[in-house]
């Protein structure tokens, strides 16, 4: 049974299409002072009323009394002013949040990488630079360091677990987007219509040219760093499953379709002036510093696949 916050929560956070970058109207980002801006939003879970816009939070920039290693709620979707408002209500009393949480919320496959504890129950820290580095509430209080993690590194919280989108097996494909050297890309659609690209990657131990399984594991990683890797520059990836079948291992990476496209397709399509030209640029700057800020390198950058 929900308590009350959780349910709170749920309704706060509509969780279809999480991929979605909406103007979040009536926002307004302390950093750059822009208004409804049209990017990811983060508010702080200490500072009152305080929110970056997602250049601002990948550029760690700040103002005020602001830190960076304040803990930051990641907002998709623009909320209206009484969402808006019971969102405040519930970061203002924190104690009330992490105690109800505690008892509802299970991050399955999570664990604390400090303390070891698995799952992590009520609410959950990432690193916003460290690479697949979880915590439980207690340890990040603690201030505690890690290995290459610091307490001041900046992060991202999650008050609720973010459910699967759905079964890889339940996906009808709806035809080929594209392909490569060890897999396919197709176009699937989920029961609930939405569409998504599925990468299938096949691992035959009797064929030379096929990944070998500690590369397969170094893509596993990546893409699992991928999944919260959040950003409206990159294309999202949302989760990744791997099955065996006939003496072959599978391996499925669900992405964002994007309609237009690859970059390259959309460039003949649609012509653009020099300053649209000069800001997609600049886009595509942003989204590759963002991945080599949290070490996720591209093996090779192709107008085509981007």
Known sequence: MDSS??????????ESRLDVVEHHKGSVCQSCERKDFYDFRYKCLECNNYDLCGLCFETRRTSKDH??????????KSLSPEKNQLLDQIIQEKDKLLKETAKINI???????????????????????????DMCWDCFGSGEEHEKHSKD??????????????????LEDCGEL????????????????QQ?????????PTDKKSLSDANMKSCHNEVQGLTELYSST?????????????????????????????????????????LRRFNLVLLLIRGIRR???????????NPKMC
């Not at 916050?5 to 509509?14: G, H, T, Y």
């Not at 594209?178 to 219509?193: A, E, I, S, Y």
């Not at 998504?196 to 035959?204: E, F």
């Not at 991945?291 to 950058?301: A, P």
């Open 5 to 14: 916050v959780v349910s709170k929560l749920k309704e706060i956070f509509d």
């Open 67 to 76: 830190k960076l290693s304040h803990p930051m709620i990641l907002v998709f």
């Open 107 to 133: 991050f399955e496959g999570s664990e604390c990488k400090i303390c070891k504890v698995s799952p992590i129950k009520g609410i959950k820290i990432k690193c916003d630079i460290c690479i697949n580095f």
């Open 153 to 170: 590194h900046p992060t991202v919280v999650f008050l609720l677990p973010r459910r699967n989108i759905c079964d890889i097996k339940s």
């Open 178 to 193: 594209g392909g490569g050297q060890f897999g396919d890309v197709r176009l699937v659609k989920c029961p609930n219509n």
């Open 196 to 204: 998504y690209a599925l990468k299938t990657i096949i691992v035959d």
């Open 234 to 274: 990159i294309v999202k990836y949302y989760e990744s499953q791997t099955e065996e079948k006939d003496g072959k291992k599978y391996h499925y990476i669900l992405m964002e379709y994007m309609q237009n496209g690859s970059l390259h397709t959309f460039l003949k399509k649609i012509k653009l002036d020099k």
């Open 291 to 301: 991945m080599h800020k949290k070490d996720l390198y591209t093996r090779i950058l």
